[in-house]
């Protein structure tokens, strides 16, 4: 996921213009207009999204938004969670939520490209990178949302998923592999967590839940701990009560 960067072109400025006689006026125009459609087939090769999008809105019938789409079989709305294709790895596929959807004509061509304006979220794999302390606390199915947004190819969408609350994972009996939760920001900038420090610690080892690990409550002071933390084994386990060893 790369941040795009815009393509400056120069336009004669409405004082040229107006100085210009209607006979200049008129080609100038259209010199500007088969430069911008030459331009359109550039950034189409070049995959340059966001400049293409920009300046198809400037020429009629060039550009058309829409709140649904059709992508393998499945209808996408506006606001809805998806998985996009990242490349061989299937296992890592990337998460976004997708603001807009467009469609783009290539001039000559009558082809239409459809694009996706998607709001992405970091998996758990990428943050560590910056945070590998976070490895302890970070679910396998927990994903950082991200103020990075960029257009892609509608076609490299491969479904739907599902975003959920913390509190709503964890309460699942089964959980299916396109479902994830979300309680933290992502600082691209930054490198960094937003949010961390509100988050309920647990256990000795004072760290938020992580639902994909085992856990035993006090029965005296109602505190949750690590099995591993307080040396104990699943399999021991009865049904007796638990102290910690700070209320025994």
């Known amino acids: 996921m790369n941040y795009s960067h815009w393509i400056k072109k120069t336009i004669p400025n409405k004082q040229q213009m107006k100085k210009a006689s209607p006979n200049t006026s008129s080609t100038t125009k259209k010199k500007i207009i088969k430069e911008e459609l030459v331009g359109i087939r550039e950034l189409y090769k070049e995959e340059k999204w966001s400049q293409l999008i920009a300046i198809s809105k400037r020429n009629r019938g060039l550009f058309q938004e829409y709140d649904q789409i059709r992508v ?7 606001g809805e969670a998806v998985l996009i294709n990242s490349g061989d790895n299937h296992e890592e596929d990337y998460v976004g939520i997708i603001k807009q ?13 459809c694009l996706c304006n998607v709001e992405w979220y970091m998996r758990k794999s990428e943050v560590i990178k910056n945070h590998p302390k976070s490895n302890e606390w970070a679910s396998e199915q927990e994903i950082f949302k991200t103020k ?60 938020p839940l992580n639902p994909d690990r085992k856990y035993i409550q006090c029965d005296s002071c109602k505190e949750w701990y690590h099995f591993e933390c307080v040396g104990i084994r699943q399999e021991k386990m009865g049904s007796g009560h638990y102290f910690c060893s700070i209320c025994k």
């Open 148 to 207: 990075l947004s960029e257009y892609i190819l509608a076609q490299t969408i491969i479904d739907k998923c599902n975003i959920v609350t913390c509190k709503e994972y964890a309460e699942l009996n089964e959980i299916e592999s396109n479902v994830y939760f979300n309680r933290l920001s992502w600082d691209l900038e930054k490198s960094k967590f937003r949010g961390y420090d509100k988050l309920q610690k647990f256990c000795l080892c004072h760290q």
């Open 72 to 78: 393998q079989g499945r209808d996408i709305n506006v």
């Open 101 to 113: 959807i467009v469609s783009v004509m290539v001039p000559r061509t009558n082809k239409y490209i």
